[in-house]
């Protein structure tokens, strides 16, 4: 079993919306996904109400119970759990980064995103742990090349010793229509771009879980 937590100490970057469309691609109807919903916000409880389908399967958590959660995953015979987190709660960030195999970092590729990105890159280092930033809300491509904003944040966010997703999530429209009908942008126009993006970053993702253990790796054995 893997355990990814998705954090970021900035608000509104996508931590909530990249955990619901992991989930998703993580579950297959044998093996579910576990989402556990740190935030006291509950959005993505919120989302998984809306949601028809079985899975994944989601428990509404405070990042305290995290080590027994995830034991308890591990003995149920879950093969991937991912951790939504709040932005501000330094103890709930730590406790999910703590279990994790990997920690996603979502970021808006804006200067002042950026900067923000490096308190929760100092977080993981507390922890032992190398992040994976995946810059979100990015302008979509209009032509073969990255736009500029976007090599810029790459190149920032490198500069700062982070690891950075090959993988770039634009801004989409289809992101809040699958998310108010409880669906994945993928459930909702499977050939669309922004399930391509989603698609591509999770088997980039998926790569890094079956790597082996790296720095990335966690000690949630
Ligand atoms: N790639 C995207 N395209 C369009 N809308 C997006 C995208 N990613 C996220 N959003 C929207 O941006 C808003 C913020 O995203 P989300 O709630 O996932 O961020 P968050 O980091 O979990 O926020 P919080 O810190 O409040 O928990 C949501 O309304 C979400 O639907
Ligand atoms: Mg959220």
Redesign the pocket.
Known sequence: MKVIAVT?R??????????MHLSVLASTAEKPALLLDC?P?R?LAWWHRLREADVPNLIEADARELPELVQAARREGFGRVII?T??HAEDSILGAMRVADLVVV?TRPGPLDLAAVATTLDLAARVGKEPLAVI???PPRTGAAEPAIVTEARTALGNMGARVAETV?????S??HA?LSGLTVGEHEPDGK?AGEVGALWREIEALLSGGPGKGSGNAR
């Not at 900035?10 to 955990?19: A, D, E, I």
């Not at 999530?169 to 429209?173: F, T, Y």
């Open positions: 970021a900035k608000g509104g970057v996508g931590k909530t919306t990249l955990s935030d916000q959005s939504d709040p932005p979502p979100n809300h990015a999530i634009a801004n989409r429209v992101m809040s998310i922004a």
